[in-house]
């Protein structure tokens, strides 16, 4: 049996991360802390991964993606691309939620939560609905147990891993994982008359 070769990588908050894996090792690896232009800068870094790593396109069995929850935008660039690559190189792309990556990562007991917007965190109960927490709540949980924060370069990481262990089970392709709305408000424009 040959060694699967993973791609793996991630937007979902102010990064661009990217990972090689070949087996159990990571042959490539990338992360660079951006607020913008992580679009322009996806595919370039994964070029470069793959080619510290020796490998092409052509060369992966699977793509791992996270698919938040974060940053709205940066999970649609991450995703649209999987699936983009996943498509065009006729290779099954493993969506990975930020939850299972830092819980994957962690060698001792935690609670994983992914930082939100002015002081909240995301939480997912482990029977129930991920949602976004108020400051006060997260406080308040940090009394009893130690909360787990992803660092871009562990997530990607993990999300290959997963991705590697999951990805010969016919997933479904991979979509964002939005937890509250996005901050942009629909146009109050009118929406223009098409004319025959």
């Not at 322009?40 to 793959?50: A, G, K, N, S, Y």
């Not at 938040?68 to 290779?91: D, E, K, M, Q």
Request: hydrophobic share 45%; glycine share 10%; net charge negative.
């Amino acid at each position: 049996m040959t060694t699967p070769l993973v791609l793996s990588f991630d937007t979902s908050a102010a990064h661009v991360a990217a990972a090689l894996l070949s087996g159990e090792h990571i042959i490539g690896f990338k992360v660079e802390e951006m607020k913008r232009g992580q679009a322009e800068r996806l595919m370039p870094m994964l070029e470069e991964v793959l080619a510290e790593g020796g490998k092409t396109f052509a060369d992966l069995d699977a793509i791992g993606v996270g698919v938040g929850p974060g940053n709205f935008t940066g999970i649609r660039i991450s995703v649209s691309a999987a699936r983009g690559l996943a498509l065009g190189l006729g290779i099954p792309a493993v969506g990975v939620n930020s939850f299972d990556a830092i819980e994957a990562g962690l060698d001792y007991p935690a609670v994983p939560v992914v930082p939100g917007p002015r002081g909240q965190g995301y939480l997912s109960p482990k029977d129930g609905v991920p949602y976004l927490a108020s400051e006060e709540e997260l406080l308040d949980i940090m009394q009893d147990v130690v909360l787990a924060t992803p660092k871009a370069d562990n997530l990607v990481e993990q999300i290959a891993r997963l991705a590697a262990q999951r990805y010969q089970d016919n997933p479904a392709r991979p979509a964002p994982l939005y937890i509250k709305p996005a901050d942009a408000a629909p146009p109050k424009d009118p929406a223009p008359v098409i004319l025959p």
